[in-house]
């Protein structure tokens, strides 16, 4: 590993006209170790475009490794909302920088205050139409096959992503109202799951947050007892949810042909249990 020392020092000579001291400068930034990414924040104003670029598929390969090393802090955590909170915010800063600004727990206090001001005594219907209606976060359904669509903190910065995702912020939001959301894997989509006037509903998020009564439901899957069954009463447990949003992310990259990323969501998934 590369001393702290010498960032100085190779940052100088990243962009040097010798292609030799180039070479040598890049593996010893290759073997600086995953804090490359934060150490380099005191180096911000001389980073220009160039030096950026070269960077960059260091700063990628040092992502995959800051998350091999700290996904499982998620399990750790105690309550299933926290689980899965702490989930989402591994995969933002692994998408959009481990020194990215924004922290996820602010955006989300900052959704709970604002409902607050605006329904003071609202219901988890009136959350619902507050995120999905009033604030306009939608479902992707241009670009459905973008990985950052399975980020939260893109998702309610650019009021759009996949179903899992607009119910997870619908769920961590809620908690903070002191409301009961829970997720629920419908066959072939993702919705979330309240319980108004002693009836099961369903909100469907990626439309909207469209409401489906729990009549509806029993119709909609009358061929399916034990489905229907499962939806009403069952429960959906944070690592389903997680499993789930890995998923989504190989599928994404699939898409988007890259490899690299691909492969490290197959292999966290495979020790995700």
Do not use: W
């Given at each position: 590993m590369t001393p702290k020392n010498d960032l100085p020092f190779l940052v100088d000579l990243m962009d040097d006209e010798t292609i030799e001291v180039r070479e040598e400068v890049l593996k010893?930034?290759?073997?600086?170790?995953?804090?490359?990414?934060?150490?380099?924040?005191?180096?911000?104003?001389?980073?220009?475009?160039?030096?950026?670029?070269?960077?960059?598929?260091?700063?990628?390969?040092?992502?995959?490794n800051w998350l091999r090393t700290n996904w499982i802090m998620w399990s750790k955590e105690n309550s299933e909302l926290d689980k899965l909170e702490k989930a989402c915010e591994l995969i933002a800063k692994f998408q959009l920088g481990i020194t990215y600004p924004k922290k996820l727990s602010v955006l989300l206090n900052e959704l709970a205050l604002s409902f607050r001001n605006f329904y003071p005594f609202g219901t988890e219907v009136d959350l619902s139409y507050f995120l999905f209606q009033q604030l306009g976060i939608s479902g992707d359904k241009?670009?459905?096959?973008?990985?950052?669509?399975?980020?939260?903190?893109?998702?309610?910065?650019?009021?759009?992503?996949?179903?899992?995702?607009?119910?997870?912020?619908?769920?961590?939001?809620?908690?903070?109202?002191?409301?009961?959301?829970?997720?629920?894997?419908?066959?072939?989509?993702?919705?979330?799951k309240i319980n108004a006037d002693e009836e099961q509903i369903l909100i469907d998020c990626f439309n909207g947050?469209?409401?489906?009564?729990?009549?509806?439901?029993?119709?909609?899957?009358?061929?399916?007892?034990?489905?229907?069954?499962?939806?009403l009463t069952g429960k959906t447990l944070?690592?389903?949810?997680?499993?789930?949003m890995l998923g989504n992310l190989i599928n994404a990259y699939k898409e988007k042909g890259n490899q690299p990323d691909r492969y490290l969501f197959y292999e966290i998934l495979a020790y995700t249990k």
């Open positions: 010893g930034l290759t073997g600086y170790g995953i804090s490359l990414e934060e150490d380099l924040l005191e180096f911000t104003d001389v980073l220009n475009g160039e030096r950026l670029e070269l960077l960059k598929p260091i700063l990628q390969e040092n992502r995959r241009q670009d459905y096959y973008n990985p950052l669509n399975s980020n939260i903190i893109y998702s309610i910065e650019n009021k759009k992503g996949l179903p899992i995702t607009l119910c997870i912020i619908y769920m961590l939001v809620g908690a903070r109202l002191g409301f009961s959301i829970e997720g629920c894997s419908f066959p072939g989509h993702f919705m979330a947050g469209k409401i489906i009564y729990e009549t509806e439901i029993k119709e909609m899957l009358k061929d399916s007892f034990d489905n229907m069954q499962t939806i944070s690592v389903d949810i997680i499993r789930r």
